[in-house]
């Protein structure tokens, strides 16, 4: 049976844009996909952006104005990385046009953004709609999720979810977007890289009770264009202290999202421990997840032990690389895609899928609770 084509906009032509453009050049590594997309057309406000993409020959249209993209018929998905003050607009046009919708997070500037491309949504329901999240595609993410969900963990004592980041280390750099709250967001670091933190907690049903946060904005000025100091007003660190629950059983649930995390460059990392088991996976080891078990030690009796167990190549979806090889972050960004076209194709199953509206949404209440909670200094119910 031959694969479904289909075509591929990319709005935004920055990092992500050209992540994801080289990710569908290597389409072919998956196996017995039912989805083969073609990018075939690029928008960005930027007329130099697009030069990089002159590399790849399917591409037939460079753009400025996404409403070029949107009056393509030819057109079946549209991937969007803009600022975030202009996700609620472009993903409600995007929407509206009928085309699917790969939406980079925060999924809106805030939440009544996001509401409002909810609604879009329930207008248009013909438009398949997902939120970009790829670290949990990890296959350690990936294991270490199964063993939760096995119930390995026996009655839950706790867990963390961490998403730690260091490109504001230095206080050299110059203010952007992402360091100004009209455009990134009141709730900063929360709204950039949140949904790294809280994908896989809200898929395991983690949605927290209640949230305690401490928030910090350690560089209040950066150098402006022409050097001079200028207003960063952004929160660069967020650790949030939730009370969630499993399988009925309440628990401390921590996260970290964090700019300015010394020592690491891009770290996922996810830990849960329980009475009778517990797994930890972080990308700073990616072959590498510990799981935990009281054992029998031949001449030692019954001991506590952290197992490490070496992971390989295969996530979600399978791939022609040996099981036995490693797996980094463009593995990740091939694995999402795979796993949203193929649930756009109703072809994903049981499998691990993208971050969905809702949860994109519901990680909003969660960012507004955290900000009244730093500024109140109490814990705050949700």
């Known amino acids: 049976m031959s694969a479904e084509r289909v075509n591929v906009a990319i709005v935004g032509g920055g990092l992500m844009g050209r992540e994801i453009a080289a990710a569908i050049q290597r389409w072919p590594a998956?196996?017995?996909?039912?989805?083969?997309?073609?990018?075939?057309?690029?928008?960005?406000?930027?007329?130099?952006?697009?030069?990089?993409?002159?590399?790849?020959?399917?591409?037939v249209t460079k753009t400025t104005d996404y409403a070029d993209i949107l009056a393509d018929d030819s057109i079946d998905v549209v991937y969007v990385a803009v600022r975030h003050d202009l996700h609620e607009k472009i993903y409600r046009d995007v929407i509206a046009s009928g085309k699917?919708?790969?939406?980079?997070?925060p999924f809106g500037i805030d939440g009544a953004a996001a509401q409002a491309v909810l609604a879009?949504?329930?207008?248009?329901?013909?438009?398949?709609?997902?939120?970009?999240?790829?670290?949990?595609?990890?296959?350690?993410?990936?294991?270490?999720?199964?063993?939760?969900?096995?119930?390995?963990?026996?009655?839950?004592i706790e867990a963390r979810n961490s998403f730690l980041h260091s490109s504001d280390l230095d206080l050299s750099k110059p203010v952007n977007w992402k360091r100004q709250k009209q455009f990134c967001g009141e709730a900063g670091v929360l709204n950039d890289l949140g949904m790294h933190t809280w994908h896989v907690p809200l898929r395991l049903g983690w949605a927290p009770e209640s949230?305690?946060?401490?928030?910090?904005?350690?560089?209040?000025?950066?150098?402006?264009?022409?050097?001079?100091?200028?207003?960063?007003?952004?929160?660069?660190?967020?650790?949030?202290?939730?009370?969630?629950?499993?399988?009925?059983?309440?628990?401390?649930?921590?996260?970290?999202?964090?700019?300015?995390?010394?020592?690491?460059?891009?770290?996922?990392?996810?830990?849960?421990i329980g009475l009778d088991g517990g797994v930890r996976f972080s990308t700073k080891n990616p072959k590498s997840v510990e799981v935990f078990a009281v054992v029998d030690v031949p001449g030692g009796g019954r001991e506590q032990v952290w197992q490490q167990i070496d992971v390989g190549s295969q996530s979600v979806w399978p791939t022609v690389t040996g099981p036995i090889f490693e797996s980094g972050f463009s593995d990740s960004i091939l694995q999402m895609w795979a796993?949203?076209?193929?649930?756009?194709?109703?072809?994903?199953?049981?499998?691990?899928?993208?971050?969905?509206?809702?949860?994109?949404?519901l990680t909003h209440d969660i960012y507004r609770a955290a900000l009244q909670s730093h500024e109140e200094g109490r814990a705050v119910t949700l």
């Not at 699917?100 to 997070?105: M, Q, V």
């Open 30 to 59: 998956l196996i017995d996909h039912p989805v083969r997309p073609r990018l075939t057309a690029v928008c960005d406000i930027n007329p130099a952006a697009l030069d990089w993409f002159d590399e790849i020959d399917t591409v």
């Open 100 to 105: 699917s919708l790969l939406a980079e997070k």
């Open 120 to 156: 879009e949504m329930a207008a248009h329901p013909e438009s398949f709609v997902r939120c970009s999240s790829e670290m949990p595609f990890f296959p350690g993410a990936q294991l270490a999720i199964d063993y939760v969900r096995s119930g390995a963990l026996g009655t839950i």
């Open 211 to 272: 949230v305690y946060a401490v928030l910090q904005d350690l560089v209040p000025e950066r150098p402006g264009p022409d050097g001079t100091l200028v207003p960063c007003d952004t929160w660069e660190n967020a650790v949030l202290h939730s009370r969630a629950r499993h399988e009925g059983v309440q628990f401390p649930l921590t996260t970290e999202t964090k700019r300015i995390a010394p020592g690491q460059k891009n770290t996922w990392e996810f830990e849960a």
């Open 339 to 361: 796993a949203f076209l193929a649930e756009r194709h109703g072809s994903l199953g049981d499998r691990f899928g993208a971050a969905r509206p809702e949860e994109a949404a």
